[in-house]
């Protein structure tokens, strides 16, 4: 012990200082450069607002008759003879061009059943001698909630395709063992009197991270 | 025996070796400092402990993990998320039922493509909603053609659907013969009895190899972690199906497992106006699917050349 004088220890080499004074320069730099956040966390994204909770809406956009009934609703729009008289038939009344004329109490009626236009008659489908039901082509008188079968005597396939679940709006559970299927009527998604689709506002489309994708479309290409 | 027969031990400081006042105070300095930019250097590990806890980072593999272990991986997500959310979900694992094999099939003449799947699934799957991840995404692309190059997605007219196109929604296709699978390098997905092809997201690495090995862009990654508003969690989860992702892991459709295993339909199917989309079990004659496989032009598996064997299906009415 006593051979190795203080006087003779050179102390630490340079080269030691040399690393450890870089080494202390390089973490205090981090240190910095994480206390002031100089590169970064990520950048906070975009906000994306949240979509319209009614396009999560899973109702059918029409109701049906059926669905009225059921939720005890107000019924005085199918109660016909509040105006109609009994047993006599409405008159129909059209113009030069043989379209029909809509009469001023039933304005809100659009009638576009079919491109053809010659399903216009309103006894086409209602039964003259009792507007409270629906009358087939083949002479049977059906109800207002059997509307189903009322297209179907028209639209056979299609009819066929709503039975097997293959048409149409279906909801509930495919596993019948472990609960019941919802199948909509025709009239839940079609107005009877202009059945065709309407047209309505997609949802947004996707945000991709870095911005939409321009693709030339069929219009802007070439 | 007295304490002099000891040699002095080796960590006692020699008072005289190279050490005097100085050179002490030197080094301590020296040491000190660096200790503490070496602490806050490392101070960004600590926020991983947000999102990874001892139990989760321990946990088995979804395939060996015991009933037992499996009830305590399911109370500990449930405790996760309600710790994160506030909402006291419900997380179950439900398993494939005998006798069954799911079909999705989506008929090109009725859809319009009004993009309400895209959102409902989204709602359904507590998907992130910013950044966006959905696992549908609706082409669109002109009559006569059927050019997934031409296709467009970002389509955004007044109304739909628009004259001269038509609308092509794709998502997780539930192969038979599945690429994503094969490449994986851990095992994390495999396909199911009931044909659906699931993720352990506790078991994914990340490593996105499923991704570029899909054909049909279904598989999504979460770059960041996902940031689902409170008000829009589904507190209905599944443990394969739509418990909340954590960053740097895959996902993609799963037929809403948590809804079909339970014998229900997907969220997609319910909530599309035009009743496009059918679902059900092929094995059951009595089925829609089966109905439509039957009695339909049932038209396309997309990319059928490459051999992966959709389980979905697009058909056609006329």
Redesign the interface.
Known sequence: ??E???AE?P??PRKTNLV??T??VG??A??AA??LNLWGR?AP?D??P??DPA????A??RRSYADLVRAKEDLSDFDCYTCHEKNKAPTLRYDEHQNLLIPTEHSDIVMGHGEHGRNNNCFNCHNETNLKLLQTRDGRALQFDDSPQLCGSCHGPTYD?WE????????????R???AIKR?DCVN?HNPHAPA?Q???????????HG??V?P??ESGH | MSHSDFPPLQGEP?P???M?RR?FLRTSA?LT??L???A??L??LLELEDYTSVEQFMQKYYKELTPAEMAKVLKRIENEVEKQYGIRPQVRDLRP?DG?EFVYALNLTRC?????C???C??ENNQS????I?YI?VLRM?HGSFDLD?S??????????EKGYFYMPVQCQQCRNPPCVKVCPVHATWQETDGITVIDYNWCIGCRYCEAACPYWARHFN??KPSI?KE?LNPEMSYLGNQPRHQGVMEKCHFCIQR?R????PAC???????AR????ILDPN??VS??LR??RVFIQLKEELGTSPRFFYYF?V
Not at chain 1, 164 to 175: D, K, Q, Y
């Open positions: 012990m006593d190795h004088s203080p220890d102390g630490p450890l004074g080494l202390l973490f205090v981090l240190a994480f206390a990520q994204l906000a994306i949240l979509v396009l999560l809406d899973t059918t956009n395709d097997a679940g293959a048409h149409g709006r279906i909801s509930g559970f495919w596993n063992r472990l609960g909509q998604c689709f047209g309505r506002q997609p949802a947004p489309g996707p945000h991709p991270l939409p994708m693709k479309t069929a | 020699a005289a070796a190279g005097n050179s020296v400092t660096g503490a930019a070496l806050s250097s101070r960004p039922m069954v319009i493509g009004c993009r309400k895209v959102h409902a989204v709602q909603r910013n950044p966006e959905q995404r002109p031409q467009e997605h970002n389509y955004a007219p007044a109304t739909v659907p770059f960041t508003p829009r079909t339970a014998g229900r339909y199917l319910e909530v599309c106006p035009a009743g059918k679902f059900g079990n089925s829609e109905y439509i009695t339909k009415d």
